[in-house]
């Protein structure tokens, strides 16, 4: 092992990635291809020629891009707020933000209809409805505010790791003034992470379908996954099938054409070694005045975009039907009910088990593509495994059924390769934002001090990116705890997860076994999740 | 009334949480003066730069610079308006600007055009003889290379008072000779003040004009350099500014204080060689007698084996105030 | 934990699959792979599914079931890639809408068998293929504080003007069967379309989303299933639900035997079971309706107008439909 060792763990490390690149990217994408070349044949043409394609396609691009130049810098903001200053509650603040991650997007979007829609919270309360909400601006809008709590903690995560306070001080002592420092320093110390962020949500967005479903359609606004959606659900004929795997197929090229590009050209040029004696960054103490007026904006916005539509959730999910006043009178914990059965119950267990182990594995997956991205042979596979992640959840599904349903199919373990396959770059994102500066010397420290390349790793390397893999476990892990599309395609008997149980049981259009499934995920993961950030945040200070 | 003081510290007195870095700190520098802080880690040396640059709020005590208040009213003054420049210790350098951009950043915020900001920056950067590395970015710089770069940053400012914050505790030896003069040479071109954090005795005492001596967040002595070194006040504050023996005096008067070249070999008092080093141009002698033990500084190589017996003559002692180990 | 029973199923699966697909159910549940088991893919609700499930188990003992239930979305999808990574590996697969189940036939996956009780079933109801089950009932649902429509054109006036709501025919089976039974009406045709679109109708994605939307009190009206929005009425929401003239339009969910699965006893007396009177009771007092006359089912007012598709022209003439509707509602 010590010897002539250096060659094995080089070559375990190279298969760590390209095995699972292969198993989780290539091939699914390659039956894709084959799918849709031999049956397709020359119909390629009609596919990509069919009415209304262009305007979903170009629906698809703009929204995508929209909702990322939105959603980054409003994340960016939440980060610098949250993460930066001093602002009083910022623990309950930094909670509160990740709310959307635990709220399934359907419901999501069904919650913003409830509270600004015609008969909504706002419409009852103080005759104010917005008809928009169902159409183009309301899917952006909720999109956005889906997309910020991923944006602020990939952001999040890259200044704590990043945090090197003396660069700030240097710019201010140079004279530039607190605003000045942020936009010249700050934030040019951060865009690995910005960046990271922007193309984590460009990509999601692409392959968004479930509000822009529920919001676009009234409107008759329609995406690149909404009509792939229309080709599954009707008819079931194999025309149907191949069109909606090339429209995929679409969606991974127009995301490929994104990504490598902005992959290969920012990536060189966001390395820097990051001084060995960084310290952590302290919350900046600023003037009372500002930190009010910050609380302020913030309880706004969090109170506009999240406390108002998921307060209506949560009355959805006690109130006995739709449409009918949330008062007291009216409640009733019939959907709890329909939620908390020994069958759902015994599908949390397995619900939880996935996850965890998805998280853990993601985790580990994340960090060998940072790693490896690092060399020159491996920067392609940060791009690569962003295809997986812009595939609605469906056709990925779809994909490792085709390749590996001979052997696995209706197994927990192919649930576990389809959370793997789409949540790789959420992992890997973070990590890698917060790796590229961590300086090779300290690692090469401790293998001098007779410590082997995994003890090194766990050693020297686990505590400075502590924040960051916990950062990508916690959004891993609450993803595929609620994740619908996928499993609800995959499982077989013994292999329901919870959402798949609610979701079968709340059929007929009924919201409130499945808003009670969202109160009941919101209670599951806000207890672990608060002491996570707050494990994260201990590591951190004490890493400084 | 005497011109006001560059730098002026009272009563200062900063804590993190629980911990008191730095406890009732007093002093004042003049225009155009060298003030050492000299101390070990954990002293306070960077917490007084910090606070007297605007990085950390003190809880109480006041810094003016040049008469102007900047800390310790009600509204202390942010560090982009605080006349200062400052070197730091790990250099801190951007790691997306080149050099150029670096010493021209200072510049660009006081209003100057971009050409003009990088003219200036050329300027400075060929004074301190680096103009050939102004586009390569903090990451293709050596150490000495990066720290100029830093040094150069801080003169862009054209301020009327350096921090410097252990510029050169990450340089080679043979880098560090010619950064100390370097950046003395600039400073006093400027007729600026400067305050001079290290821990290096011999660095502290040879740059300058006077050595403020810090521990646990407490001024110890502050003076001239041949003041604290030959009149400590007390024995850490001996030993932080250079070798010290301390042996029971010849006249019976207690305990006194002897430096390396306070004593020489041969002469009527008696001891055993217990070391040698040879250091060059002079040797070492650890030499133990009847009065304890003594560190003796001779000029060219060692003249006795170690346990030899030999005799010694004091030339010259310090009474160590107040009471001593 | 969950990874040593992941690598336990690979090990079986890959074993048992070396026999070239033949027998596709039994390959995907090894252990259950006695004669008795069955394998069923269904879109038909789970509160329906789940009583018929138990009854079968209890009739024909030592029989187990293997569900897999999903929206037919993902059902198709399942198919779709069940039938390129060795084959179907339901014995029997229980639709929503017969164009779909079709179109199994089409490609050779479903049907050549009905259940010898078939002939107690309306033809309108069966093929040579397949034998519909359950039916689903595309209604009116209205809020209470508006006026009770009478007939589907009343959508069409000025009591629903910018406030009703129709499912997408481009993916909801139901709405397509509507359609295609509105354009061959006469009185109605696409003209019937331009008038809602023209009314101010509002075009979403699934009967389901019409029920929320309506009980919700975005829309004041709309077309959906019958199940859903009685359930919403059965539940406090302030709709009603109305049998407009000249029907309601019945879409029957069809069961069909799996080609590879022609000589499955269990899955064969399945399907009997379904069809037949105590199947079609038990599915009765679950909540569907079904399409065995005579049996208990949940409301049906007294002498409520029903109408019946033409499914097979439908589905020859789905792209001509469709894309006359979509010239007027758009993608």
């Known amino acids: 092992m010590r010897g002539g060792g250096s060659a094995l763990p080089r070559a375990g490390a190279t298969a760590a990635v390209v095995v699972p690149l292969a198993a989780l990217v290539a091939f699914p994408l390659f039956r894709l291809v084959q799918v849709a070349w031999q049956e397709g044949g020359g119909d390629l043409s009609g596919v990509l020629g069919a009415d209304g394609l262009g305007t979903a396609l170009r629906n698809t691009v703009v929204l995508a891009a929209g909702v990322t130049l939105a959603a980054v810098p409003l994340g960016v903001v939440l980060a610098l707020v949250l993460r930066r200053s001093d602002l009083p509650g910022r623990a309950f603040w930094q909670a509160t933000v990740l709310a959307p991650v635990v709220v399934p997007d359907f419901v999501l979007g069904y919650s913003w209809t409830q509270a600004y829609a015609r008969a909504g919270f706002t419409d009852t309360l103080l005759g104010l409805s917005w008809a928009g909400v169902q159409g183009p ?36 002592v140079s004279g530039a003034g607190s605003a000045t420092t942020l936009v010249t320093i700050t934030l040019r110390l951060v865009f690995p992470a910005v960046a990271a962020a922007a193309v984590l949500v460009f990509v999601l967005t692409l392959g968004t379908f479930a509000i822009p479903q529920v919001l676009g359609a009234p409107a008759g606004f329609s995406t690149v996954t909404t009509r792939i959606y229309a080709d599954l659900s009707i008819g079931g004929d194999p025309a149907s099938f191949v069109e909606a795997v090339t429209l995929a197929l679409l969606l991974v090229l127009v995301a490929a054409a994104t990504v490598a590009p902005a992959d290969s050209i920012l990536g060189p040029r966001l390395r820097a070694a990051r001084p060995a004696d960084a310290q952590a960054a302290h919350p900046v103490p600023g003037r009372q005045t500002v930190r009010r007026a910050e609380a302020v904006v913030l309880g706004g916005y969090l109170a506009f975009s999240m406390c108002l539509p998921l307060a209506a959730l949560a009355l959805s999910s006690v109130t006995r039907a739709l449409g009918v006043p949330p008062t007291p009178a009216n409640w009733t914990l019939d959907s709890f ?20 182990v998805a998280a853990t594995l993601l985790v580990v997956l994340g960090g060998l593509v940072a790693v490896a991205e690092r060399r020159r042979a491996g920067r392609a596979t940060a791009s690569l495994i962003t295809l997986t992640l812009v595939l609605p959840g469906s056709t990925l599904a779809v994909a490792l059924l085709i390749a590996y349903g001979r052997w696995l199919s209706g197994s927990l373990a192919l649930i576990l390769l389809a959370y793997l396959a789409k949540l790789w770059a959420f992992a890997h994102r973070p990590i890698a934002g917060a790796l590229d500066r ?6 090469y420290a401790a293998r001098a001090s007779g410590a082997g390349v995994l003890t090194a790793v766990r050693t020297v390397a686990l505590r400075p990116l502590a924040p960051a893999l916990l950062g990508a476990w916690l959004v891993c892990f609450l993803t595929a705890l609620h994740e619908v599309t996928m499993s609800s395609l995959l499982y077989g008997p013994g292999s329901e997860t919870l959402a798949v149980i609610v979701l079968n049981s709340s059929e007929l259009g009924r919201i409130g076994p499945t808003a009670a499934l969202s109160v009941v995920l919101t209670l599951l993961v ?19 | 009334m005497p011109a006001e003081p560059a ?11 629980r911990t008191t870095a730095l406890c009732g700190v007093s002093l004042s520098v003049g225009t155009a003066e060298v003030l050492a802080l000299l101390g070990p880690s954990g002293s306070g040396k960077s917490t007084l730069l910090q606070a007297v640059a605007g990085f950390v709020v003190p809880s109480a005590g006041t810094v003016r610079l040049g008469g102007t208040t900047v800390a310790g009213n009600c509204r202390p003054v942010p560090p982009e308006r605080r006349d200062l420049g400052v070197v730091f210790q790990n250099y801190a350098l951007w790691p997306h600007l080149s050099a150029l951009d670096t010493v021209a950043y200072p510049a660009r915020r006081r209003g100057v055009g971009r050409p003009q900001a990088r003219s200036e920056a050329r300027a400075i950067l060929e004074r301190l003889r680096i103009a050939h590395l102004a586009d390569r970015k903090p990451a293709e710089l050596s150490g000495g290379e990066q720290q100029r770069v830093g040094l150069a940053r801080a003169l862009a400012r054209r301020p009327a008072v350096y921090l410097f914050d252990e510029p050169t505790a990450h340089l080679d030896t043979h880098v560090r000779g010619v950064f100390l003069a370097e950046l003395v040479a600039r400073q006093r071109e400027a007729g600026a003040a400067a305050v001079y954090a290290t821990h290096d005795a011999e660095e502290a005492l040879g740059l300058a004009d006077r050595v403020a001596l810090l521990s646990e967040g407490r001024l110890l002595q502050i003076g001239t350099p041949q003041q604290v070194y030959d009149e400590p006040v007390d024995l850490f504050a001996a030993r932080l500014t250079g070798p010290a023996s301390l042996i029971d005096a010849p006249d019976g008067g207690g305990t006194v204080l002897v430096r390396p070249g306070w004593a020489r070999l041969g002469g009527p008092l008696e001891a055993e060689v217990r070391a040698v080093w040879f250091r060059g141009p002079h040797s070492d002698h650890l030499v133990a007698g009847p009065l304890g033990e003594l560190l003796v500084r001779e000029p060219g190589p060692p003249r006795h084996p170690v346990g030899a017996r030999v005799g010694w003559t004091l030339l010259r002692s310090w009474p160590l105030p107040g009471p001593t180990g | 934990m969950l990874v040593l029973a992941a690598c336990g199923g690979t090990s079986t699966g890959a074993g048992s699959s070396g026999g070239a697909g033949s027998s596709g159910g039994a390959g995907s549940s090894s252990e259950a792979a006695s004669p008795e088991a069955l394998t069923l893919y269904t879109c038909v609700s789970d509160t329906t599914i789940q009583p018929v499930l138990e009854a079968f188990e209890k009739s024909q003992p030592g029989s187990t079931v293997d569900l897999f239930r999903a929206p037919t979305g993902e059902l198709n999808a399942r198919v779709a890639a069940d039938v390129r ?4 590996r339901a014995d029997v697969i229980w639709g929503c809408d017969p164009l779909t189940v079709q179109a199994f036939v089409d490609q050779g996956l479903v049907g050549g068998w009905t259940p010898p009780g078939a002939d107690a079933i309306p033809t309108q109801y069966r093929t040579d293929d397949y034998v519909g089950a359950a039916v689903l009932y595309l209604v009116a649902v209205h809020r209470t504080d508006v006026p009770a429509p009478r007939a589907w054109s009343d959508l069409t006036g000025p009591d629903y003007t910018g406030a009703v709501a129709v499912p997408d025919p481009s993916v909801a089976a139901s709405a397509l069967g509507a359609l295609g039974w509105f354009a061959a009406a006469p009185g109605y045709g696409l003209d019937f379309y331009r008038d809602l679109k023209s009314n101010g109708a509002v075009q979403v994605k699934t009967p389901d989303d019409v029920t929320t939307g309506v009980a919700q009190g975005i829309y004041d009206a709309g077309m959906t299933t019958a199940n859903a929005a009685y359930a919403a009425r059965d539940d406090g929401s302030p709709v009603d639900v109305v049998w407009p003239e000249p029907g309601a339009v019945a879409i029957y969910g069809p069961v069909a035997l799996a080609t590879h699965s022609a000589d499955s006893q269990v899955a064969q007396d399945f399907i009997s079971f379904v069809v037949g009177a105590d199947g079609q009771r038990v599915l009765g007092e679950a909540g569907s309706y079904p399409t065995r006359p005579g049996g208990a089912g949940p409301t049906v007012p007294a002498d409520a107008p029903i109408v019946f598709p033409d499914w097979a022209t439908i589905g020859q003439s789905r792209d001509t439909i469709l894309s006359s509707y979509q010239q007027l509602f758009g993608g």
Not at chain 1, 340 to 356: K, P, W
Not at chain 1, 530 to 544: E, F, K, Q, V, Y
Not at chain 3, 85 to 88: V, W
């Open chain 1, 137 to 172: 601006l309301g899917v952006w809008l909720v999109l956005v505010v889906n997309a910020s709590p991923l944006a602020y903690l990939v952001v999040a995560v890259g200044l704590a790791a990043r945090a090197e306070p003396d660069l700030e001080r240097a710019a201010r």
């Open chain 3, 85 to 88: 990574s060795g084959g179907l």
């Open chain 1, 337 to 356: 009910r329909g939620v908390l059965t020994v069958r759902t119950l015994e599908a949390l267990g397995r619900s939880l088990g996935l996850s965890v």
């Open chain 1, 438 to 443: 961590l300086p090779p010397a300290e690692l």
């Open chain 2, 7 to 17: 730098l002026e510290v009272r009563d200062l007195v900063v804590a993190y949480g």
């Open chain 1, 526 to 544: 806000a207890v672990p999740g608060i002491l996570l950030w707050w494990a994260s945040n201990r590591l951190r200070t004490r890493a400084g």
